[in-house]
């Protein structure tokens, strides 16, 4: 089980480390409120990693391949066609694949029972992929995936998949799955904000 | 914590379940011999539902939606362009999405340390978005979802999104990530049949 000493050693260093990234300008902004207030506001949890979701297009073989894949543009918000259009052009190793992902955030819970708490607030803010990932002495880990995640192949070596003229369409979507992804971690802060947490 | 009785009768159901599942050919045939031997083998974990990966034409808003989502094909193995190429043609309500998506398989062990050897194999056999997902008093709930999920947006309304003459490619790279799927179910087997589990 969880020794509270550990686990409010590990919760300070995660403050250090996150305040740094806000300094260096490394954090992503629309997470900034949420994972501040949660450290300023819960006794229970505390983040470690979180992105509130961003639009990638990577060159790899498939969009889920972390390895040899290259990321070749990234956004944590809206995209334009032109900012996408010039790269269907460029002769990519693998494959160019368009991503649109929803907020991930790890939590690091207190204890079992209120990891439990926090899966049932993330499940009805939209987080349907999520689960305790890690029970230890220092804290029990929580991994929150919202289910929003969208991928389409552009490009296939020498060949370009997608339609030119429909990019914008395409774009669009991948924006609004974007905002939706947005929308889900307002949703978590304000659940989480209302908690016992 | 969990009553071992309340887990064995929640076993039994489950294993009747699965046996009335096989007899009307409900299962999906892949999951079948893995299933069969966690029944047979294991002391501290079986399975409650069960994918082994498939490929499913859908008309929905997005990809991962489920209320408003109508599955318009669905298989278990390889498909082929002269499956899919027809559906192109069709009009929608919403967009059609193709969906190639891993195995996923929801386990109950018998105890919290049991789900996290379950979730150490899991992540060794590439089924990285896994977790512990409820803890009750039958059991201990534990979410298996392989990463590898791809989608591609096929038609928008009245828009063909994708340029037809690709189609075969693109269902080389959906039929290839299928492949994979069944390759890490059958890491996954051999992971747990050589397990203490």
Known sequence: ????????????EARSTFLKDIEIGYADRDIVPIVRSIFEKCQHVFTI??????????DAPYPWVRKEATIIFKKH????PEEIAPLLEQPC???????????IIH????????ALKLLSIARE??????????????GVVVEL??????S??????????????????????????????????????????????
Not at 49 to 58: E, L
Not at 77 to 80: I, K, L, N, S, Y
Not at 93 to 103: E, M, N, Q, V, Y
Not at 145 to 150: A, C, D, P, V
């Open 93 to 103: 190793t693998h494959r160019l694949w368009i991503i649109s992902s929803g907020p």
């Open 1 to 12: 089980m969880v020794v509270k000493s550990l686990w409010l050693k590990w919760r300070d």
């Open 145 to 150: 995936i919202s289910g929003n995640w969208i």
């Open 125 to 138: 803010s939209g987080f349907k992929h999520s689960g305790i990932i890690s029970v230890r002495e220092d």
């Open 49 to 58: 990693s979180s992105c509130s979701g961003r639009i990638t297009v990577v």
């Open 77 to 80: 918000t809206a995209v334009m």
């Open 107 to 114: 939590f690091v819970a207190d204890s079992i029972d209120n």
């Open 152 to 197: 389409m192949l552009l490009r296939d070596a020498d060949q370009v998949i997608i339609d030119r003229a429909a990019l914008p369409r395409v774009l669009t979507i991948f924006n609004d799955n974007l905002l939706e992804g947005k929308q889900r971690l307002q949703k978590l802060h304000q659940l989480i904000a209302s908690s016992s947490l």
